[in-house]
């Protein structure tokens, strides 16, 4: 099949979450099994430079923007799929994140930056000028490719098969009304039954409405958001679409997250040689200046700091761990508020407690080796990522019990797992993982059966075929 998948990040090209993982090593899962897959991204400041890739096509102004829009194309890595860059430089061409100013506020014109990403997304599909031939599926991920598939359906007649993915449903693509012009949308559009969304246009919804299949990133996450709590406004229209909507839990990209050939690790290890974890770990506490002791765990933190990830569940529940020697790492950023909270935590106890405030990519596999269990206290949490590399690298985690993260972890088997979103039952987890660890036979045992779990993308990448040949035999047959 001829697979166009549309995101606004993908790795090694650009990323700031998870969406960016998962569109890579699902594009080549998908070469794997013998599919043709481009994956359309914005050139975002240097990466036609650093992808090597050549003038494929000029597309003109699509969108009447004054700028002229081109199509860059390179391999995607060594997934053997095709990388196509729109190139619109006074759109991505910018200092700055890739979706906001270098203070992290929105740019003010996300929708057109991201309007004229579908809008190509569409083009492509049907002349495929890029492509070389018509594709038989596009693939929309989130909000920011979700128009695309709006498009394809308001042109109607001999559009490819559509399939829209929601990484996290709370990034819903929010703008006032007044956009649908310049981003393309037909005036029909501003309905409660399209984009319209409490006085609002939700570009999501262009991919929840009109996408011949909807999925999310785990089965926990699908049932959640077809429920009043974790549809936050759109469980309805969810529920309306019936078996269109499924969840397909992510995988992980196996050649990438392996400790026994990871180069961002100096020692690297597999389950047989679980000592050598040992030496990962004191090299994670010289490289964060924590006390070279061994007697408590060390737990760590990988993640963009929000009100999502319950990061202030951990600060309040983090006495407990201290009081039982554990130490911990964090690496992220965000909310100013944490941000704040963690470098006090950690300047009140030195040799403890550290805080590296940034993105490292390096640096965050170290602390997936180096740590003894990885902390994921989300409030939600659709898939979730950073468990599953946790567990392969002899790492298990404490969870809260929701989303992909009640998929794939078991408590008191792979990690450890509390239910409510309070400080308590978080508190309550970690110590019962700093008594695990100190039973040095149960705690091996328990890295094992993490390290032993299977969450390459082999399984997913089967489901979302399965759901590519539906949506193809299917196309247009809504709901
Ligand atoms: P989300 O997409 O909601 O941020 P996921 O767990 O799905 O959460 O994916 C997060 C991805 O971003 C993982 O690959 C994780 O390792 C990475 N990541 C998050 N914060 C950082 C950071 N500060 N430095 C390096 N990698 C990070």
Redesign the pocket.
Known sequence: MRILQVASEAVPVC????????VTALSRALVECGDDVGVLLPAYRGTIERTGATLRHELGDPLGLGHPARVWTAPLADTGATLCLLQCDPLFDRDGGLYGDPQGVDWPDNHLRFGLLARVAAQLALASPALDRPVDLVHAHDWQAALAIGHLTWWGAGRPATVFTV??LHFAGRFPHSVLPAIGAPASAWSPSELEFFGEVSLLKAGLVHADRVTT?SPTYADEIRTPAGGIGFDGLLRWRGEAVRGVL?GIDTSVWDPARDEALTVRYDASRLDDKHLARAALQREVGLDPQTHAPIFGV???LTW??GIDLLLEAWPAALAVGAQLVV???GEAGLELALAELAAAHPGRVAF?R????G??HRI?AGVDCLC?PSRF???????M?AMRYGTPPVVRKTG?LADTVTDDDTGFVFGPPTAAACADALVRAAVAYADRPRFVAMQRRAMAERHDWAASAQAYREIYREAVASRGALR
Not at 358 to 361: A, I, K, L, S
Request: hydrophobic letters at 25%; a negative charge.
């Open positions: 990323k700031t979450g998870g969406l960016a993982d998962v990484h996290n990133v992510n990988v993640s963009r999502q990830k690496l992220g950023s590296v940034g993105y490292d990519e640096q965050s997936f994921v949490e659709p898939c979730g990522l950073t468990q590399y992909g």
